[in-house]
Nanobody
Framework: QVQLVESGGGLVQPGGSLTLSCAASGISSRFYNMGWYRQFPGKQRDLVAG???????NYVDSVKGRFTISRDNAKNTVYLHMNTLNNADTAVYYC??????????WGQGTQVTVSS
């Protein structure tokens, strides 16, 4: 059974930092396109950052220079390092693993709240 378990969310003040973790089991995440998505209330999930098996990374414009996606293949874990957080980053963050067009796994999500 495939599981993606996110952790690291919580409440942080504007300008602060958080690191989200996505621990995979049942798959070797190194072979998957891994991504972090976020969902605002009433909106669809949108890609925030992605990393390919080759290590290529992409980011949505609003987080470039502030967020960094990384992976530790030995731990089968993907991270999202978030710096200089602001209120607009408040959302539920989801981990995703994709392979081709038919393999698509999601975590349960973790809440990130940026507030003073």
């Amino acid at each position: 059974q495939v599981q993606l378990v996110e952790s690291g969310g919580g409440l942080v003040q504007p300008g602060g930092s958080l690191t989200l973790s996505c621990a995979a089991s049942g798959i070797s995440s190194r072979f998957y396109n891994m991504g972090w998505y976020r969902q605002f209330p009433g909106k669809q999930r949108d890609l925030v950052a992605g990393i390919t098996p080759d290590g290529l990374k992409n980011y949505v414009d609003s987080v470039k220079g502030r967020f960094t996606i990384s992976r530790d293949n030995a731990k089968n874990t993907v991270y999202l390092h978030m710096n200089t957080l602001n209120n607009a980053d408040t959302a539920v963050y989801y981990c995703n693993a994709k392979m081709g067009s038919s393999v698509d796994f999601w975590g349960q999500g973790t809440q990130v709240t940026v507030s003073s």
